[in-house]
């Protein structure tokens, strides 16, 4: 699978956008964007993922450039408990080994 | 559901002991992984399993590990003897199907001595 670009961590503001980015330039075809986030102490948790088009849910909204080497992950209103890595992950079609990097360690500031 | 249900929570033991991990997933799924997670490595896949077959056990770190899934509801990880280089969080996961997102337990912290 595609390996996945993040910044190691980043701060955002409580009550603002955060706007999370992923660089995947040697995506192929086949291959999904899925995020995750992983709270401290717990789980990994699902976030979201998408192919081509923009996915939007009740976490969040993923935003995948048209030439798909790019996507950027949004939390419409982030919140203290949305302090978490994030991790982006490319995955073809069929493939269960779900390969997380280091992820992007995400403050939310008040 | 109660989701994946990983026990014990936290486990310390002296270097050459036996230890078990234990997982349950959530009913009705049929894939089911385990993952090791280290300050040094990051989340590793270890093995997953398929309808109660292992499918890939590739990033079994030796012979020391071995896991099995007796039944749909069940499924053990075991360390025999450990070390105190696999102190570590290990956590249990399952998925409704190939492609499906991962629900993953909470995880068991090992602390070998």
């Known amino acids: 699978d595609a390996k996945t670009t993040q910044p190691p961590s980043m701060d955002c503001a409580e009550g603002r956008a955060a706007n999370l980015p992923c660089n995947h330039s040697?995506?192929?075809?086949?291959?999904?964007v899925y995020w995750y986030r992983q709270i401290h102490s717990q789980g990994p948790q699902y976030i979201i993922h998408?192919?081509?088009n923009n996915e939007t849910n009740e976490m969040a909204s993923l935003i995948i450039t048209e030439d798909r080497k790019s996507s950027t992950l949004i939390l419409p209103h982030a919140t203290l408990r949305d302090t978490a890595v994030y991790y982006c992950?490319?995955?073809?079609?069929?493939?269960?080994?779900?390969?997380f990097g280091k992820g992007n360690q995400v403050v939310v500031i008040p | 559901d109660a989701g994946v249900i990983q026990s014990p929570r936290h486990e310390v033991t002296e270097m050459g002991q036996e230890v078990t991990l234990r997982c349950k997933p959530i009913?009705?799924?049929?894939?089911l992984f385990w993952y090791r997670q280290t300050m040094m490595r990051g989340l590793e896949l270890l093995i997953y399993f398929n309808n109660n077959v292992p499918i890939d056990d590739s990033g079994m770190p030796e012979d020391r590990f071995s896991a099995k899934m007796p039944n749909a509801s069940f499924s053990t990880l075991k360390i025999q003897p450990s070390e105190p280089r696999d102190s570590a969080v290990y956590f249990c996961a399952s998925s409704g199907g190939t492609n499906e997102k991962l629900f993953f337990g909470s995880g068991t912290q090992l602390s070998v001595l």
């Open positions: 998408g192919l081509k």
């Open positions: 040697t995506i192929s075809g086949n291959e999904y």
């Open positions: 009913s009705g799924h049929d894939y």
């Open positions: 992950i490319v995955r073809s079609y069929g493939n269960n080994r779900l390969a």
